[in-house]
């Protein structure tokens, strides 16, 4: 579908936290979930094999667990150079080097240049210029599971 979020031009250096509460309705490797409307990074995108997917901002780290094809689920990322990290539906982050790159045109969602656009169901998209204590993870966590139920939908 020729479908998609996108925000005006902003910029947001490092550190910064997504939350995108969504659904993967088909999964193909390399296709993108969000990313800045340049396609070049940060973005969160399908990697490797089914399910997982991964985030980047020049170097990529995996989620585990992943968020199987067909369920909706909620995914935090926090672009901090070394204290990156990605979370699946409020397990344990997975920390890493996921690059230093910056917000640079904005945000869109099923993003991918000419060709690799995800199929995806977005429900809440949120973006916060830091990089969220424990406390403030919790309570994105809890904002997230309350749209779930506005929705109609588990997570």
Request: with cysteine; aromatic share 10%; proline share 4%.
């Amino acid at each position: 579908s020729d479908n998609f979020f996108a925000t005006d031009s902003f910029a947001l250096a490092q550190p910064f936290t997504f939350a995108l509460l969504f659904q993967q309705i088909s999964w193909t490797s390399t296709e993108r979930i969000y990313g800045d409307t340049a396609d070049t990074q940060p973005r969160l995108f399908q990697s490797a094999t089914t399910p997982n997917l991964a985030f980047t901002t020049g170097t990529s780290i995996t989620t585990s667990p992943t968020l199987a094809v067909g369920t909706y689920g909620v995914i935090f990322g926090c672009g901090n150079g070394v204290a990156s990290y990605i979370k699946t539906n409020g397990g344990a982050s997975v920390v890493g080097d996921a690059g230093t790159s910056t917000i640079a045109g904005g945000i869109q969602l099923g993003c991918g240049g000419s060709t690799l656009h995800s199929s995806i169901a977005a429900v809440e998209f949120m973006l916060f210029p830091s990089a969220l204590t424990d406390p403030q993870l919790i309570t994105a966590q809890a904002w997230m599971a309350q749209q779930a139920v506005l929705a109609g939908i588990s997570i």
